[in-house]
């Protein structure tokens, strides 16, 4: 049974940085042919933020591009990611996402002064 627990939301603010962390156990993440993170903000739908696939190439969300880097790290079966210069509409529950209807429980993401 795969398990993704995601960690490192919190409270941030605009400019700033914060790095959010999916760790997989039951499966080996540099086997899984992608991972993607979401995020789900008050009232609206969940909406992909970025992917990752196994060769490690990279795709996101409009907004945030330049902004979000996503990226893994197989030794610790963990898949990452970065925001630098947050913004207010950032602010959503963000959730990893495995092939087969794998998600993690979420983590709040908060940007404000």
């Known amino acids: 049974q795969v398990q993704l627990v995601e960690s490192g939301g919190g409270l941030v603010q605009p400019g700033g940085s914060l790095r959010l962390s999916c760790t997989a156990s039951?499966?080996?993440?540099?086997?899984?042919?992608?991972m993607r993170w979401y995020r789900q903000a008050p009232g609206k739908e969940r909406e992909v933020v970025a992917g990752?696939?196994?060769?490690?190439?990279?795709n996101y969300l409009d907004s945030v591009k330049g902004r979000f880097t996503i990226y893994k790290d197989n030794a610790n079966n963990t898949v990452y990611r970065q925001m630098n210069n947050p913004k207010a509409w950032d602010t959503a529950v963000y959730y990893c996402?495995?092939?087969?209807?794998?998600w993690g429980q979420g983590t709040q993401v908060t940007v404000s002064p």
């Open positions: 990752i696939r196994s060769g490690n190439s990279t």
């Open positions: 039951g499966t080996v993440i540099f086997s899984i042919t992608f």
């Open positions: 996402y495995a092939p087969r209807g794998f």
